[in-house]
C-alpha cells in the first residue's frame, strides 16, 4: 500500500484538514458580506499576533515580493542600507538593492553562523543607514538571527528594522513593538501552513511615515497607498483578493489561537530540540552552529560516501519528501523542515523514514535510534 505523503520540506509545509477544507469551498464573490467579514478578522488578528499598532498587507504574491514590498516602500535610490546576510536568502537582497540602486553595505557571515553584534554596531555608527536588513531564519543554513538584539541596536536611530519573517513567522517568537521591528513579512506556505500564494507584511507606524514622506513610488501593484484603503476597508477594490487563501489563512490563524502564540512557540522549541538531538544520534552534523539554530528547519549534513540525489529519493518513494541543499551545499545536506501543522505522528514517521534510507543506502544504522532520541527528549516533561 502507498503511504500518505508528508512535505517536510522548508516551504510548502503539511496542510492541516481545517485548511485543506477552506481552498476546496465555492469562491465566493469578493464582494460578499460574509468574506468581507472574514478578510477584516484576518487582518485584525494578524496585527494583534505580531503586536503592532502599525499596518499589516495581505496580497496575493509570493515571500520574495513581499521582500521587494518591503524595502520598495521605505527606501529609494541612493539610500543606505546595511544587510546582514546568514545566506542564500540574505543574499537575494543583493540583488534587489542593486537593481533599486540603494547605497548597499553588507555583512556577512559564513553559511551555518551569524554575524557579531559588535560588527554590526561599529557599522551602524559609521553612518547615517535609512534600513537595517536581516533574515530572521535563512532557510539555506538554518540559522536563527538574534533579532531583538540587532533591533535594539537601532532602536534609537532612524533606521528602520525590516526582519524576513518567511521561514520564521507564527513559530519563531516575534514581537514588532518589543523588537522594535519596522517591516516584518512572510508568505502563506511557511510556518503558517496554508498553500503557497499568499504574502503578509505587517509595517510599523514609523515604517508608514516613511511611506507617507514619498511621493509616488515606481512600483504599482506592491505599493502601500494601493492596498492601504482595501486594508482598512476590504469592502474596497485594488486587485482581486484570493479569497480561498484568505480563508484558508484565517483558518490557520484560528489554529494558532487555539492552540495559544506562546505555546506555539514553546512546541516549535521542544520539537526542534528534539529532532535536532535525533539527527545528530543518527551521525549527520548540523550545518547550522549550536547557539543559532532555528525551530523551523534543520539541515543535516550527509556523512561521506552518501549521494544526495540517492538518499533523497528512498524517502520520496516511502512518501517522506526533504528538500536539497542550496548554493556551495548543494549536494552536501538535505534540508529538514518542521515548522506549522507537524504533530508528533509525522515526526516519528519522518525520522524513521530517515534511519530505514540510511540502511538502504548501506549506512550503519541501529532501528529506533533517531525515533528514540526525539521520544526521550519529548517525553522529559511528562
Ligand atoms: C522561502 C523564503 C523566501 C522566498 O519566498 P517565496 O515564497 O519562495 O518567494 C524568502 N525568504 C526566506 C527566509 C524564505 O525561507
Redesign the pocket.
Given at each position: 500500500m502507498k503511504n500518505r505523503q508528508y512535505v517536510m520540506i522548508?516551504?510548502p509545509t503539511p496542510v492541516h484538514q481545517d485548511i485543506q477544507y477552506e481552498m476546496g469551498r465555492e469562491t465566493a464573490a469578493f464582494k460578499d458580506p460574509a468574506f468581507i467579514q472574514d478578510f477584516k478578522d484576518v487582518i485584525r488578528d494578524l496585527k494583534e499576533l505580531l503586536k503592532t499598532d502599525g499596518e499589516v498587507f495581505v496580497v496575493a504574491g509570493?515571500?520574495?515580493m513581499a521582500?521587494e514590498m518591503a524595502v520598495s516602500n521605505i527606501l529609494q535610490k541612493d539610500h543606505p542600507v546595511l544587510l546582514i546576510s546568514h545566506g542564500f536568502?540574505g543574499d537575494r537582497f543583493i540583488e534587489i538593492s542593486s537593481r533599486k540602486k540603494y547605497d548597499l553595505c553588507t555583512l556577512s557571515s559564513p553559511w551555518g553562523e551569524t554575524v557579531d553584534l559588535d560588527l554590526i554596531e561599529k557599522e551602524l555608527n559609521k553612518r547615517e543607514y535609512k534600513a537595517l536588513i536581516v533574515?530572521h531564519?535563512?532557510?539555506s543554513t538554518g540559522t536563527r538571527a538574534p533579532i531583538k538584539e540587532i533591533g535594539s541596536l537601532v532602536k534609537d536611530k532612524e533606521t528602520l528594522f525590516v526582519v524576513?519573517g518567511?521561514?520564521a513567522t507564527g513559530a519563531e517568537v516575534e514581537d514588532m513593538k518589543d523588537m522594535g521591528i519596522d517591516l516584518l513579512f512572510t508568505?502563506s506556505?511557511?510556518a503558517f501552513g496554508v498553500p503557497?500564494g499568499l504574502a503578509m507584511v505587517w509595517a510599523s507606524p514609523e515604517a508608514m511615515k516613511r511611506r507617507e514622506s514619498f511621493d509616488e513610488i515606481p512600483e504599482y501593484y506592491i505599493d502601500f497607498h494601493q492596498w492601504l484603503p482595501i486594508m482598512h476597508n476590504p469592502d474596497l477594490y485594488f486587485g482581486t483578493p484570493p479569497v480561498n487563501l484568505i480563508w484558508a489563512l484565517k483558518a490557520s490563524i484560528e489554529l494558532m489561537k487555539e492552540e495559544g502564540l506562546d505555546e506555539r512557540y514553546a512546541r516549535h522549541e521542544r520539537d526542534a530540540r528534539a529532532i535536532q538531538a535525533a539527527i545528530e544520534e543518527l551521525g549527520f552534523p548540523i550545518l547550522a552552529e549550536e547557539g543559532c539554530r532555528s525551530v523551523t528547519l534543520t539541515n543535516p549534513i550527509y556523512p561521506e560516501g552518501i549521494d544526495d540525489g540517492e538518499f533523497r529519493s528512498i524517502p520520496a518513494e516511502e512518501g517522506v519528501i526533504v528538500a536539497g541543499g542550496l548554493g556551495d551545499y548543494a549536494g552536501k545536506l538535505f534540508r529538514l523542515g518542521h515548522m506549522g501543522h507537524i504533530d508528533r505522528h509525522i515526526i516519528v514517521a519522518t525520522l524513521a523514514a530517515i534511519e530505514r534510507t540510511l540502511y538502504r543506502v548501506g549506512g550503519e544504522v541501529s532501528f529506533g535510534r533517531g525515533v528514540g532520541t526525539y521520544l526521550a527528549h519529548r517525553m522529559e516533561e511528562r
Open positions: 522548508p516551504g509570493t515571500g520574495t521582500m536568502f533574515t531564519v535563512d532557510t524576513d518567511v521561514c508568505a506556505q511557511k503557497p
